[in-house]
């Protein structure tokens, strides 16, 4: 049961669009479609943004949006505001373990 | 509004076992809906789960703790535990419960979390 693999570090301009990607194999994220992200600001625990590949919770802005090919998954942030700027986090169901990338911290030129 | 807090010491000696546990408040640990988890972040880096509990007691563990973790539930006092035995500083880390829902294994509530450092 290894981490899924995220970029360590990802950046954008306020308007703009990001997307962060989350690899992992046909044990985890290709073999289920029960991805989530997380968004975690410092000294803060984290907070669900998107669930199963692409739903999103009530309350979380329809800027971000989640989908999955094959072993890897994605998530978009479109109109980056300057609040964005946080670590994010994917997570997998890995039958029966669960499975965490390794984070990606997102800043907010 | 469901909320969970953690509580327990914040330090502990190596070789030691770490306890800590949950209060759940606005929603029940016996729930056929939701697993009750732990989750821990050591000083700048990135999560890693623990465990995860059923209201029945059955449980799953991350396979590279496994030999070392005991995660237990208190209907009567809707409480779940973590213990982990035998720490080194490597096990320092700020230590989260949270709630995870059964059909999606998304986890919607967390604790605030706790640092717990392992030091003498």
């Known amino acids: 049961q290894s981490a899924l693999t995220q970029p360590a570090s990802v950046s954008g301009s306020p308007g703009q669009s990001i997307t962060i990607s989350c690899t992992g194999t046909?044990?985890?994220?290709?073999?289920?479609?029960?991805v989530s992200w997380y968004q975690q600001h410092p000294g803060k625990a984290p907070k669900l943004m998107i669930y199963?590949?692409?739903k999103r919770p009530s309350g979380v802005s329809n800027r971000f949006s989640g989908s999955k090919s094959g072993n890897t998954a994605s998530l978009t942030i479109s109109g980056l505001q300057a609040e964005d700027e946080a670590d994010y986090y994917c997570?997998?169901?890995?039958?029966?373990?669960?499975?965490f990338g390794g984070g990606t911290k997102l800043t907010v030129l | 509004q469901v909320q969970l807090q953690e509580s327990g010491p914040g330090l502990v000696k190596p070789s030691e076992t770490l306890s800590l546990t949950c209060t759940v408040s606005?929603?029940?640990?016996?729930?056929?809906?939701?697993?009750w988890s732990w989750i821990r972040q050591p000083p700048g880096k990135g999560l890693e789960w623990i465990g995860y509990?059923?209201?029945?007691?059955?449980?799953n563990y991350n396979p590279s703790l496994k030999s070392r973790v005991t995660i237990s539930v208190d209907t009567s006092k809707n409480q779940f535990s973590l213990k982990l035995s035998s720490v080194t500083a490597a096990d320092t880390a700020v230590y989260y419960c949270?709630?995870?829902?059964?059909?999606?294994?998304?986890?919607?509530?967390w604790g605030q979390g706790t640092l717990v450092t392992v030091s003498s």
């Open positions: 606005g929603g029940s640990v016996s729930s056929g809906s939701y697993y």
């Open positions: 949270a709630r995870v829902s059964y059909s999606g294994y998304n986890i919607d509530y």
């Open positions: 509990i059923y209201y029945s007691g059955s449980t």
């Open positions: 046909s044990s985890d994220v290709g073999s289920y479609n029960l």
């Open positions: 997570c997998s169901y890995a039958g029966p373990y669960v499975v």
């Open positions: 199963e590949v692409s």
